[in-house]
């Protein structure tokens, strides 16, 4: 489950790109933080612990402003790209109670039959939770499958108390069977046969007639 972290946060009233630069200079990270009707709050972040927190993008978060805490999920998170950075992060307030959706992770455990290729077809899957019981993930068990099994979103073991929000027949993970080197040469072969490919022959075979008339001229010399 989501752990329950705190971070603790500052008002701000600069904006702008100066500001914001400001605020990441002081190892901090700015954030806006909104929902429930009311007015959007902006304020800091503390940077390395909030760049831990959101290792989980479902991480229940407990920010403390003011003396007072209000718990919040994070909605958009703004990276640098190139630096290991946050820019800025949006929150959504949420309530003791209330339900939220989220993306899940699909976890895979087990192992299929042999000469079997697991693919996972959708990396998460959208779930309606409790806002404080948000899932890290869920697993999804292809121990013994056979090539051609697949599990549908229908067919995965929701948490208890979630709701499934993905089209049930969604694909989530498919199992086909291991392609050999033999069968991959054919189908390469056909496919450059049907585009009208053709290889030349290699540069000796070529090159033998040509040193053979050379080698009959010299002679009748």
Not at 26 to 48: K, N
Not at 49 to 68: D, F, H, S, Y
Not at 129 to 136: G, L, M, R, S
């Amino acid at each position: 489950m989501s752990a329950d972290l705190t971070l603790n946060a500052e008002s701000r009233t600069e904006f702008g790109k100066g500001a914001a630069r400001r605020i990441r200079r002081a190892h901090q990270i700015p954030a806006v933080m909104y929902g429930h009707g009311t007015d959007p709050v902006h304020i800091t972040l503390p940077g390395h612990e909030t760049m831990l927190a959101l290792k989980n993008p479902n991480a229940l978060l407990t920010i403390v402003l003011e003396g007072k805490e209000q718990l919040a999920l994070a909605k958009d998170v703004q990276r640098d790209p190139i630096k290991p950075i946050i820019e800025h992060v949006d929150l959504v307030v949420v309530r003791k109670g209330e339900k939220v959706t989220v993306e899940v992770p699909v976890h895979v455990v087990g192992e299929a039959g042999p000469e079997t290729v697991v693919q996972v077809e959708h990396q998460t899957i959208e779930l309606e939770v409790a806002a404080t019981d948000i899932p890290e993930n869920v697993e999804v068990s292809v121990e013994g499958l056979q090539a051609g099994s697949q599990v549908h979103a229908q067919d995965v073991t929701l948490p208890a108390g979630a709701t499934l929000v993905t089209d049930a027949e969604a694909l989530v993970v498919n199992v086909t069977a291991q392609v050999t080197a033999e069968a991959l040469e054919a189908e390469l072969a056909e496919a450059e046969a049907e585009a009208g490919i053709e290889h030349e022959a290699p540069a000796e075979e070529s090159e033998a007639p040509a040193a053979q008339e050379s080698g009959e001229a010299a002679e009748q010399e």
